[in-house]
């Protein structure tokens, strides 16, 4: 197998290509893989990583639960990357208020 070209999908977005690959973690977004699994005419592959760990260096080796496939891109499509508008996020403050006055 030969490496053609490779990109990120920040790069990648709005281009079409005959194959794609992606590597997806816990960590990508949902709009990331969006535009990962989408840009290729002929196929599109999504190679989920199950074994991430974010900070290795304080891991404790056996430690950490192993993630399925389904587990990981579950978070994915939960991960939600865009900007939150000032107005939504009034909106939901003032929600958490009212959750708040009710619980007491």
């Given at each position: 197998m030969?490496?053609?070209?490779a990109s990120t999908a920040h790069r990648a977005q709005g281009r079409?290509?005959?194959?794609?690959h992606?590597?997806?973690?816990?960590t990508t977004t949902r709009e990331v893989l969006y535009v990962?699994?989408?840009?290729?005419?002929?196929?599109?592959?999504?190679?989920?990583?199950?074994?991430y760990e974010p900070d290795p260096d304080t891991s404790y080796d056996g430690m950490t639960a192993h993630q399925t496939f389904r587990y990981v891109l579950t978070q994915v499509l939960r991960n939600e990357?865009?900007?939150?508008?000032?107005?939504e996020t009034i909106v939901n403050f003032q929600g958490e208020k009212k959750e708040l006055k009710i619980a007491d």
């Open positions: 030969e490496l053609d070209y079409t290509v005959h194959t794609s992606s590597l997806v973690s816990p990962a699994a989408t840009g290729g005419k002929e196929s599109n592959s999504i190679y989920v990583y199950t074994s990357g865009r900007d939150i508008s000032a107005t």
